[in-house]
Nanobody
Framework: QVQLVESGGGLVQPGGSLRLSCAAS????????MGWYRQAPGEERELVAS???????YYDASVKGRFTISRDNTENTVYLQMNTLKPEDTAVYFC??????????????WGQGTQVTVSS
C-alpha cells in the first residue's frame, strides 16, 4: 500500500512564500513521476508541476518562474517551493505519484491534500 503524506500548507499574505512537502511510503515498484495538483472551490483539479525520474520538469504557465519543484529520490519526497504567491493560488494542493510497473502499467496515488490560502 502506497501512502502520500503532505505538509506545509497554510495562510500567507500575497507576495509571500510557502514550501510544500510530500513523502511517499510503502511498496513502490518504480516511480515514474511525482507532482502537485491543486483544486480551488468550484474548479477542476489542475496540474501545477511535476518532476520525472528521468530528470524532466513541467510547470503550468500560471506558476512558471514563481514555483519550483524538486525531489529527493532516495526518500521519495517531493517539494514545491512557492514564491510570490497570489490570491489566485488559493486552493487545496494534492501530491501525486505515478508508479510504473514492470508490465508498463501505471498506478496513480494521491495525498489527502493541504490547504493553501493567500490573503491579506
Amino acid at each position: 500500500q502506497v501512502q502520500l503524506v503532505e505538509s506545509g500548507g497554510g495562510l500567507v499574505q500575497p507576495g509571500g512564500s510557502l514550501r510544500l512537502s510530500c513523502a511517499a511510503s510503502g511498496n513502490i515498484f518504480s516511480v515514474d513521476s511525482m507532482g502537485w495538483y491543486r483544486q480551488a472551490p468550484g474548479e477542476e483539479r489542475e496540474l501545477v508541476a511535476s518532476i520525472f525520474t528521468s530528470g524532466g520538469k513541467y510547470y503550468d504557465a500560471s506558476v512558471k518562474g514563481r514555483f519550483t519543484i524538486s525531489r529527493d529520490n532516495t526518500e521519495n519526497t517531493v517539494y514545491l517551493q512557492m514564491n510570490t504567491l497570489k490570491p489566485e493560488d488559493t486552493a487545496v494542493y494534492f501530491c501525486n505519484l505515478a508508479e510504473r510497473l514492470s508490465t508498463g502499467v501505471f498506478n496513480y496515488y494521491w495525498g489527502q491534500g493541504t490547504q493553501v490560502t493567500v490573503s491579506s
